[in-house]
Protein backbone atom coordinates (compact mmCIF):
# COMPACT_ATOMS: atom_id res chain seq x y z
CA UNK A 1 0.00 0.00 0.00
CA UNK A 2 1.54 3.08 -1.13
CA UNK A 3 1.34 6.13 1.52
CA UNK A 4 0.98 9.16 -0.18
CA UNK A 5 2.17 12.63 1.05
CA UNK A 6 -0.43 14.63 3.49
CA UNK A 7 -2.12 17.40 2.56
CA UNK A 8 -0.77 20.95 4.04
CA UNK A 9 -3.15 22.58 6.23
CA UNK A 10 -5.54 24.96 4.00
CA UNK A 11 -4.68 27.92 5.81
CA UNK A 12 -1.09 28.74 5.52
CA UNK A 13 -1.16 26.72 2.28
CA UNK A 14 -0.09 28.65 -1.05
CA UNK A 15 -1.62 26.01 -2.96
CA UNK A 16 -5.00 27.83 -2.07
CA UNK A 17 -7.66 28.14 -4.96
CA UNK A 18 -8.61 31.39 -5.67
CA UNK A 19 -12.43 32.18 -6.97
CA UNK A 20 -13.40 34.35 -9.14
CA UNK A 21 -17.03 32.52 -10.14
CA UNK A 22 -18.90 30.56 -8.01
CA UNK A 23 -18.05 26.79 -9.06
CA UNK A 24 -19.55 23.05 -7.81
CA UNK A 25 -17.20 19.87 -8.31
CA UNK A 26 -20.01 17.92 -7.29
CA UNK A 27 -21.68 18.93 -10.77
CA UNK A 28 -18.62 18.85 -12.67
CA UNK A 29 -18.61 15.19 -14.43
CA UNK A 30 -14.87 15.62 -16.61
CA UNK A 31 -11.58 18.06 -15.86
CA UNK A 32 -9.77 18.06 -18.92
CA UNK A 33 -6.14 18.94 -17.98
CA UNK A 34 -3.77 20.83 -20.34
CA UNK A 35 0.01 18.99 -19.58
CA UNK A 36 2.96 21.56 -20.41
CA UNK A 37 3.03 23.47 -17.08
CA UNK A 38 -0.61 22.16 -15.91
CA UNK A 39 -0.15 18.67 -15.31
CA UNK A 40 3.86 19.03 -15.60
CA UNK A 41 5.26 21.46 -13.71
CA UNK A 42 8.70 23.01 -15.10
CA UNK A 43 11.58 24.92 -13.58
CA UNK A 44 10.85 28.11 -15.62
CA UNK A 45 14.36 30.02 -15.19
CA UNK A 46 15.80 26.79 -16.44
CA UNK A 47 13.88 26.15 -19.13
CA UNK A 48 13.68 29.95 -20.40
CA UNK A 49 17.38 30.24 -19.96
CA UNK A 50 18.00 27.34 -22.44
CA UNK A 51 15.41 28.35 -24.65
CA UNK A 52 17.10 32.16 -24.53
CA UNK A 53 20.56 30.10 -25.69
CA UNK A 54 18.82 28.87 -28.54
CA UNK A 55 17.32 31.56 -30.04
CA UNK A 56 20.76 33.42 -29.33
CA UNK A 57 22.42 31.00 -31.20
CA UNK A 58 19.80 31.05 -33.67
CA UNK A 59 20.30 34.63 -33.86
CA UNK A 60 23.90 34.38 -34.02
CA UNK A 61 23.83 32.30 -37.07
CA UNK A 62 21.31 35.11 -38.72
CA UNK A 63 24.63 37.10 -38.03
CA UNK A 64 24.04 39.27 -35.06
CA UNK A 65 27.76 38.17 -34.48
CA UNK A 66 29.09 41.22 -32.46
CA UNK A 67 30.55 40.28 -29.62
CA UNK A 68 28.09 42.40 -26.95
CA UNK A 69 25.63 40.58 -28.63
CA UNK A 70 27.47 37.51 -28.20
CA UNK A 71 27.81 38.33 -24.52
CA UNK A 72 24.05 39.10 -23.63
CA UNK A 73 23.18 36.75 -21.36
CA UNK A 74 19.68 35.54 -19.49
CA UNK A 75 18.02 37.44 -16.69
CA UNK A 76 14.87 36.01 -15.51
CA UNK A 77 13.89 38.78 -13.78
CA UNK A 78 13.44 41.47 -16.68
CA UNK A 79 10.36 39.79 -17.81
CA UNK A 80 6.84 38.68 -15.99
CA UNK A 81 3.89 37.41 -17.74
CA UNK A 82 1.14 39.65 -19.30
CA UNK A 83 3.97 42.27 -20.46
CA UNK A 84 2.77 44.42 -23.62
CA UNK A 85 5.69 44.57 -26.18
CA UNK A 86 5.14 47.95 -28.01
CA UNK A 87 6.92 47.16 -31.31
CA UNK A 88 7.15 50.96 -32.84
CA UNK A 89 8.56 52.37 -29.82
CA UNK A 90 10.78 49.42 -28.43
CA UNK A 91 9.36 49.45 -25.28
CA UNK A 92 8.02 46.85 -23.25
CA UNK A 93 5.18 48.03 -20.83
CA UNK A 94 2.99 47.15 -17.67
CA UNK A 95 -0.68 48.18 -18.05
CA UNK A 96 -3.43 47.93 -15.63
CA UNK A 97 -7.09 46.96 -16.50
CA UNK A 98 -7.78 49.93 -18.03
CA UNK A 99 -5.20 49.73 -20.29
CA UNK A 100 -3.39 52.79 -18.84
CA UNK A 101 0.48 52.50 -18.85
CA UNK A 102 1.78 52.39 -15.39
CA UNK A 103 4.96 51.53 -16.06
CA UNK A 104 7.21 51.94 -19.52
CA UNK A 105 10.62 50.11 -19.80
CA UNK A 106 12.73 51.21 -23.14
CA UNK A 107 15.84 48.52 -23.43
CA UNK A 108 17.34 48.30 -20.12
CA UNK A 109 15.91 51.55 -18.78
CA UNK A 110 12.89 52.78 -17.17
CA UNK A 111 10.70 55.63 -18.65
CA UNK A 112 9.99 58.33 -16.04
CA UNK A 113 6.08 58.99 -15.63
CA UNK A 114 6.46 62.13 -17.63
CA UNK A 115 7.66 60.05 -20.81
CA UNK A 116 5.53 57.18 -20.75
CA UNK A 117 2.53 59.71 -20.21
CA UNK A 118 3.71 61.52 -23.64
CA UNK A 119 3.93 58.23 -25.47
CA UNK A 120 0.49 56.66 -24.88
CA UNK A 121 -2.00 59.27 -22.88
CA UNK A 122 -4.33 57.67 -20.85
CA UNK A 123 -4.79 54.26 -22.57
CA UNK A 124 -3.45 52.52 -25.15
CA UNK A 125 -5.91 50.54 -27.86
CA UNK A 126 -5.06 46.50 -26.99
CA UNK A 127 -5.92 45.53 -30.39
CA UNK A 128 -4.08 46.95 -33.38
CA UNK A 129 -0.89 44.68 -34.14
CA UNK A 130 1.94 47.32 -32.81
CA UNK A 131 1.06 46.08 -28.93
CA UNK A 132 1.88 41.90 -28.14
CA UNK A 133 0.84 40.86 -24.62
CA UNK A 134 3.89 38.22 -23.23
CA UNK A 135 1.51 35.26 -22.73
CA UNK A 136 3.41 32.37 -24.10
CA UNK A 137 5.57 29.46 -23.05
CA UNK A 138 8.81 31.59 -24.09
CA UNK A 139 7.45 34.99 -23.05
CA UNK A 140 10.27 35.42 -20.62
CA UNK A 141 13.29 34.68 -23.13
CA UNK A 142 11.82 36.53 -26.25
CA UNK A 143 10.95 39.29 -23.97
CA UNK A 144 14.56 39.68 -22.24
CA UNK A 145 16.21 39.33 -26.00
CA UNK A 146 13.49 42.04 -27.09
CA UNK A 147 14.78 44.82 -24.22
CA UNK A 148 18.26 43.93 -24.78
CA UNK A 149 18.61 43.96 -28.47
CA UNK A 150 16.59 47.37 -28.44
CA UNK A 151 19.51 48.38 -26.20
CA UNK A 152 21.85 47.58 -28.40
CA UNK A 153 20.34 48.75 -31.27
CA UNK A 154 20.22 52.30 -29.93
CA UNK A 155 24.14 51.88 -29.13
CA UNK A 156 25.25 50.08 -32.46
CA UNK A 157 22.55 49.05 -34.56
CA UNK A 158 21.80 45.54 -35.86
CA UNK A 159 22.72 44.25 -39.40
CA UNK A 160 19.75 43.91 -41.67
CA UNK A 161 17.19 45.93 -39.17
CA UNK A 162 15.61 49.58 -39.15
CA UNK A 163 13.58 49.59 -36.47
CA UNK A 164 11.93 48.24 -33.27
CA UNK A 165 9.45 46.33 -35.26
CA UNK A 166 11.87 44.39 -37.21
CA UNK A 167 14.05 43.20 -33.69
CA UNK A 168 10.48 42.02 -32.48
CA UNK A 169 10.37 39.99 -36.16
CA UNK A 170 13.46 39.07 -36.16
CA UNK A 171 13.12 37.46 -32.44
CA UNK A 172 9.29 36.02 -33.25
CA UNK A 173 10.73 34.05 -36.72
CA UNK A 174 14.04 32.64 -35.19
CA UNK A 175 11.69 31.43 -32.55
CA UNK A 176 9.33 29.86 -35.06
CA UNK A 177 11.97 28.51 -37.51
CA UNK A 178 14.20 26.92 -35.13
CA UNK A 179 11.90 24.04 -33.36
CA UNK A 180 12.87 25.54 -30.25
CA UNK A 181 10.22 23.89 -28.37
CA UNK A 182 11.35 20.42 -30.08
CA UNK A 183 15.26 21.06 -28.32
CA UNK A 184 13.76 22.20 -25.34
CA UNK A 185 11.62 18.47 -24.82
CA UNK A 186 14.95 16.67 -26.18
CA UNK A 187 16.96 18.37 -23.19
CA UNK A 188 14.22 17.85 -20.68
CA UNK A 189 13.98 14.30 -21.46
CA UNK A 190 17.60 13.72 -21.00
CA UNK A 191 17.94 15.97 -17.54
CA UNK A 192 14.79 15.73 -15.86
CA UNK A 193 15.28 16.64 -12.48
CA UNK A 194 17.10 19.53 -14.06
CA UNK A 195 13.47 20.91 -15.58
CA UNK A 196 11.19 19.31 -13.69
CA UNK A 197 8.91 20.66 -10.72
CA UNK A 198 8.33 17.02 -9.13
CA UNK A 199 4.78 17.36 -7.08
CA UNK A 200 3.53 13.91 -5.60
CA UNK A 201 0.50 15.84 -4.67
CA UNK A 202 -0.53 15.91 -8.42
CA UNK A 203 -0.54 12.22 -8.60
CA UNK A 204 -2.69 11.70 -5.24
CA UNK A 205 -5.46 14.76 -6.67
CA UNK A 206 -5.81 12.77 -10.23
CA UNK A 207 -6.41 9.48 -7.95
CA UNK A 208 -8.61 10.88 -5.72
CA UNK A 209 -11.06 12.58 -8.87
CA UNK A 210 -10.84 9.73 -10.53
CA UNK A 211 -12.17 7.48 -7.68
CA UNK A 212 -14.60 9.84 -7.20
CA UNK A 213 -16.24 9.04 -10.45
CA UNK A 214 -15.02 12.07 -12.70
CA UNK A 215 -14.00 11.69 -16.36
CA UNK A 216 -10.07 12.91 -16.48
CA UNK A 217 -9.07 14.34 -19.62
CA UNK A 218 -5.60 14.78 -21.33
CA UNK A 219 -5.71 17.13 -24.00
CA UNK A 220 -2.46 18.67 -24.91
CA UNK A 221 -0.22 20.17 -27.85
CA UNK A 222 2.22 18.09 -27.37
CA UNK A 223 3.07 14.96 -29.21
CA UNK A 224 2.54 11.31 -28.46
CA UNK A 225 6.12 10.66 -27.83
CA UNK A 226 6.73 13.43 -25.75
CA UNK A 227 3.62 13.14 -23.93
CA UNK A 228 4.20 9.46 -22.64
CA UNK A 229 7.52 9.73 -21.85
CA UNK A 230 7.35 12.90 -19.28
CA UNK A 231 3.88 11.81 -17.45
CA UNK A 232 5.44 8.67 -16.84
CA UNK A 233 8.42 10.62 -15.46
CA UNK A 234 6.48 13.37 -13.93
CA UNK A 235 3.54 10.31 -12.03
CA UNK A 236 4.59 7.03 -12.36
CA UNK A 237 6.80 6.96 -9.10
CA UNK A 238 4.11 8.91 -6.97
CA UNK A 239 0.76 6.27 -7.99
CA UNK A 240 0.45 2.93 -5.92
CA UNK A 241 1.71 -0.60 -6.41
CA UNK A 242 1.57 -1.08 -10.35
CA UNK A 243 -0.13 1.72 -11.34
CA UNK A 244 1.00 3.63 -14.43
CA UNK A 245 -0.74 7.71 -15.37
CA UNK A 246 -2.66 6.06 -18.05
CA UNK A 247 -5.14 4.41 -16.18
CA UNK A 248 -6.05 7.88 -14.54
CA UNK A 249 -7.22 9.26 -17.76
CA UNK A 250 -10.25 7.86 -19.40
CA UNK A 251 -9.40 10.16 -22.59
CA UNK A 252 -5.93 10.91 -23.76
CA UNK A 253 -5.82 13.54 -26.88
CA UNK A 254 -2.02 14.34 -28.38
CA UNK A 255 -1.01 17.73 -31.11
CA UNK A 256 -4.81 18.98 -29.96
CA UNK A 257 -3.67 22.63 -31.93
CA UNK A 258 -5.04 24.58 -29.00
CA UNK A 259 -6.59 27.31 -29.61
CA UNK A 260 -7.78 25.72 -32.74
CA UNK A 261 -9.29 22.69 -30.66
CA UNK A 262 -11.80 25.19 -29.36
CA UNK A 263 -12.55 27.11 -32.06
CA UNK A 264 -12.64 24.91 -35.34
CA UNK A 265 -13.49 21.49 -36.37
CA UNK A 266 -10.66 19.05 -37.00
CA UNK A 267 -10.76 15.29 -37.58
CA UNK A 268 -10.01 12.92 -35.01
CA UNK A 269 -7.22 10.28 -35.10
CA UNK A 270 -6.22 7.32 -33.14
CA UNK A 271 -2.57 6.60 -32.54
CA UNK A 272 -1.20 3.61 -33.51
CA UNK A 273 2.30 3.77 -32.21
CA UNK A 274 4.57 5.11 -29.83
CA UNK A 275 6.14 7.52 -32.07
CA UNK A 276 3.20 8.77 -32.61
CA UNK A 277 3.69 8.59 -36.14
CA UNK A 278 0.39 6.10 -37.53
CA UNK A 279 -2.57 7.29 -37.59
CA UNK A 280 -5.94 5.92 -38.05
CA UNK A 281 -9.01 8.08 -38.81
CA UNK A 282 -11.29 7.76 -35.55
CA UNK A 283 -14.85 5.71 -35.39
CA UNK A 284 -16.93 4.28 -33.30
CA UNK A 285 -16.55 5.33 -29.17
CA UNK A 286 -13.77 6.52 -27.17
CA UNK A 287 -11.83 4.36 -25.56
CA UNK A 288 -9.66 4.99 -22.16
CA UNK A 289 -6.77 2.59 -24.17
CA UNK A 290 -6.15 4.71 -26.87
CA UNK A 291 -4.72 7.77 -27.65
CA UNK A 292 -6.06 10.08 -29.85
CA UNK A 293 -4.84 13.07 -31.97
CA UNK A 294 -6.67 15.98 -33.50
CA UNK A 295 -10.31 16.62 -32.97
CA UNK A 296 -12.56 18.80 -31.68
CA UNK A 297 -13.88 20.56 -28.50
CA UNK A 298 -17.54 20.45 -30.00
CA UNK A 299 -17.24 16.51 -30.91
CA UNK A 300 -15.42 15.72 -27.83
CA UNK A 301 -18.53 17.02 -26.06
CA UNK A 302 -20.77 15.39 -28.15
CA UNK A 303 -18.86 12.00 -27.44
CA UNK A 304 -19.09 12.15 -23.77
CA UNK A 305 -22.60 13.47 -23.83
CA UNK A 306 -21.88 15.82 -22.21
CA UNK A 307 -22.91 20.05 -21.82
CA UNK A 308 -20.29 22.87 -21.72
CA UNK A 309 -20.77 23.32 -17.68
CA UNK A 310 -20.74 19.70 -17.11
CA UNK A 311 -16.60 20.24 -18.16
CA UNK A 312 -14.09 21.87 -15.91
CA UNK A 313 -10.82 22.77 -18.28
CA UNK A 314 -7.58 23.21 -16.51
CA UNK A 315 -5.00 25.27 -18.00
CA UNK A 316 -2.14 27.43 -17.83
CA UNK A 317 -2.46 29.41 -20.96
CA UNK A 318 -4.42 32.37 -20.52
CA UNK A 319 -5.86 32.22 -24.13
CA UNK A 320 -5.23 28.98 -25.69
CA UNK A 321 -6.37 27.13 -22.95
CA UNK A 322 -8.72 29.46 -21.13
CA UNK A 323 -10.15 32.42 -23.00
CA UNK A 324 -11.31 30.70 -25.58
CA UNK A 325 -12.59 27.84 -24.06
CA UNK A 326 -14.82 29.99 -21.69
CA UNK A 327 -15.77 32.04 -24.35
CA UNK A 328 -16.80 29.81 -27.13
CA UNK A 329 -17.87 26.69 -25.52
CA UNK A 330 -19.11 28.15 -21.67
CA UNK A 331 -16.92 24.94 -20.36
CA UNK A 332 -15.50 25.74 -16.44
CA UNK A 333 -12.39 27.00 -16.17
CA UNK A 334 -9.38 26.69 -13.58
CA UNK A 335 -6.13 28.81 -14.73
CA UNK A 336 -3.02 27.37 -13.06
CA UNK A 337 -0.41 30.50 -12.60
CA UNK A 338 2.56 28.97 -11.02
CA UNK A 339 3.66 32.96 -9.88
CA UNK A 340 0.55 32.70 -7.35
CA UNK A 341 3.71 31.09 -5.65
CA UNK A 342 5.49 33.88 -5.47
CA UNK A 343 2.71 36.07 -5.16
CA UNK A 344 1.07 34.66 -2.22
CA UNK A 345 4.34 34.93 -0.15
CA UNK A 346 5.09 38.67 -1.81
CA UNK A 347 1.85 39.44 -0.37
CA UNK A 348 2.49 38.06 3.26
CA UNK A 349 5.61 39.41 3.32
CA UNK A 350 4.24 42.98 2.61
CA UNK A 351 1.65 42.64 5.04
CA UNK A 352 2.69 44.70 8.00
CA UNK A 353 4.07 47.33 4.90
CA UNK A 354 0.39 47.57 3.37
CA UNK A 355 -1.43 47.75 7.17
CA UNK A 356 1.16 51.18 7.20
CA UNK A 357 0.54 52.48 3.87
CA UNK A 358 -3.20 51.99 4.25
CA UNK A 359 -3.14 53.79 7.68
CA UNK A 360 -0.69 56.77 5.92
CA UNK A 361 -3.37 57.14 2.99
CA UNK A 362 -6.66 57.48 5.25
CA UNK A 363 -4.30 60.18 7.29
CA UNK A 364 -3.61 61.89 3.51
CA UNK A 365 -7.42 61.87 2.86
CA UNK A 366 -8.13 63.47 6.39
CA UNK A 367 -5.60 66.47 5.90
CA UNK A 368 -6.33 66.84 2.00
CA UNK A 369 -10.04 67.65 3.20
CA UNK A 370 -8.84 69.92 5.37
CA UNK A 371 -6.54 71.34 3.18
CA UNK A 372 -9.27 72.03 0.66
CA UNK A 373 -12.02 73.38 3.25
CA UNK A 374 -9.04 75.51 4.53
CA UNK A 375 -8.54 77.03 0.47
CA UNK A 376 -12.41 76.85 -0.38
CA UNK A 377 -13.29 78.96 3.29
CA UNK A 378 -10.37 81.55 1.85
CA UNK A 379 -12.66 82.22 -1.43
CA UNK A 380 -15.42 83.72 0.49
CA UNK A 381 -12.88 86.39 2.30
CA UNK A 382 -13.53 84.88 5.91
CA UNK A 383 -10.16 84.98 8.21
CA UNK A 384 -7.12 84.07 6.63
CA UNK A 385 -6.05 80.64 6.53
CA UNK A 386 -2.84 80.63 5.01
CA UNK A 387 -1.20 80.07 7.86
CA UNK A 388 -3.25 76.58 8.22
CA UNK A 389 -2.76 76.11 4.97
CA UNK A 390 1.20 76.34 4.94
CA UNK A 391 0.96 73.68 8.08
CA UNK A 392 -1.03 71.35 6.18
CA UNK A 393 0.95 71.44 3.16
CA UNK A 394 3.88 70.29 5.29
CA UNK A 395 2.15 67.47 6.78
CA UNK A 396 1.23 66.34 3.27
CA UNK A 397 4.86 66.87 2.07
CA UNK A 398 6.20 64.59 4.61
CA UNK A 399 3.45 61.93 4.94
CA UNK A 400 4.28 61.33 0.87
CA UNK A 401 7.86 60.63 1.82
CA UNK A 402 7.08 58.18 4.66
CA UNK A 403 4.49 56.65 1.32
CA UNK A 404 7.15 56.41 -0.62
CA UNK A 405 9.39 55.18 1.78
CA UNK A 406 7.09 52.16 2.15
CA UNK A 407 6.28 51.73 -1.06
CA UNK A 408 9.94 51.22 -1.74
CA UNK A 409 10.41 48.44 1.10
CA UNK A 410 7.34 46.81 -0.75
CA UNK A 411 9.47 46.93 -3.88
CA UNK A 412 12.10 44.77 -2.52
CA UNK A 413 10.27 41.44 -1.95
CA UNK A 414 9.28 41.33 -5.55
CA UNK A 415 10.20 41.44 -9.18
CA UNK A 416 13.01 44.25 -8.96
CA UNK A 417 11.90 45.63 -12.27
CA UNK A 418 8.37 45.05 -12.59
CA UNK A 419 6.54 44.34 -9.10
CA UNK A 420 3.90 42.58 -8.70
CA UNK A 421 2.52 40.39 -11.16
CA UNK A 422 -1.43 40.85 -10.36
CA UNK A 423 -1.26 44.56 -9.42
CA UNK A 424 -0.18 47.67 -11.42
CA UNK A 425 -0.26 50.42 -8.66
CA UNK A 426 -3.40 50.47 -6.32
CA UNK A 427 -5.27 48.84 -9.47
CA UNK A 428 -5.16 45.05 -10.98
CA UNK A 429 -2.90 44.71 -13.78
CA UNK A 430 -4.21 43.52 -17.04
CA UNK A 431 -3.13 40.24 -16.24
CA UNK A 432 -5.50 40.21 -13.57
CA UNK A 433 -8.24 41.71 -15.04
CA UNK A 434 -7.76 38.43 -17.91
CA UNK A 435 -7.85 36.29 -15.06
CA UNK A 436 -10.44 37.33 -13.27
CA UNK A 437 -12.58 37.78 -16.57
CA UNK A 438 -11.86 33.92 -17.76
CA UNK A 439 -10.62 31.53 -15.02
CA UNK A 440 -13.59 31.30 -12.78
CA UNK A 441 -11.08 29.68 -10.57
CA UNK A 442 -6.97 30.20 -10.62
CA UNK A 443 -4.55 28.94 -8.52
CA UNK A 444 -0.23 27.93 -8.68
CA UNK A 445 -0.52 23.93 -9.20
CA UNK A 446 -3.26 21.72 -9.26
CA UNK A 447 -2.84 19.92 -6.39
CA UNK A 448 -4.77 22.97 -5.67
CA UNK A 449 -8.04 21.75 -6.37
CA UNK A 450 -6.47 18.09 -4.74
CA UNK A 451 -6.42 20.29 -1.62
CA UNK A 452 -9.53 20.71 -1.91
CA UNK A 453 -10.97 17.59 -2.61
CA UNK A 454 -13.05 16.78 -5.38
CA UNK A 455 -16.21 17.50 -4.06
CA UNK A 456 -15.48 21.39 -3.25
CA UNK A 457 -18.11 24.32 -3.63
CA UNK A 458 -15.98 27.06 -4.44
CA UNK A 459 -17.49 30.04 -3.50
CA UNK A 460 -16.71 33.60 -4.72
CA UNK A 461 -16.28 36.56 -2.30
CA UNK A 462 -18.48 39.22 -2.17
CA UNK A 463 -17.03 41.66 -4.30
CA UNK A 464 -16.75 45.30 -3.33
CA UNK A 465 -17.91 48.35 -5.62
CA UNK A 466 -17.01 51.81 -4.41
CA UNK A 467 -19.84 52.76 -2.67
CA UNK A 468 -20.03 50.18 -0.33
CA UNK A 469 -19.73 50.32 3.28
MG1 LIG B 1 0.43 24.49 -21.11
Not at 21 to 48: C, F, H, P, S
Not at 429 to 458: D, K, N
Amino acid sequence: MTTFPPWPSEADSQLRVHVNRTLNLRTIKAIGYDMDYTLVGYQAAQWEERAYAYLKQNLIEYGWDSPEFKALEFDAERVIRGLIVDQDLGNLLKVNRFAYVKQARHGLDALSFDAARQAYGTSIDLTTDRFTQLDTLFSLSEGCIFAQLVDLFDRQGLPGVYDYRGIWSAVRKALDEAHIEGELKRDLLKDPDNYLVRDPLAARTLLEQKRAGKTLMLITNSGWAFTRQVMALAYDPYLPDEMTWRELFDVVIVSSRKPGFFTGTHRLFEVMDDEGQHLKPFAGQLRSDAVYLGGDAGQLEGLLGLSGDEILYVGDHIYGDVIVSKNLLDWRTCLILAEMEQEVAYLEAIRPLQEQVDGLMAQKQRLEIEYDRARANDLLGQQSTRKKQGMLREQLVSLDQDLGDCLRSMGKHTNPYWGSLMRAGADESLLAQQVERYACVYAARISGLGLATPFHYFRSKRSMLPHDL
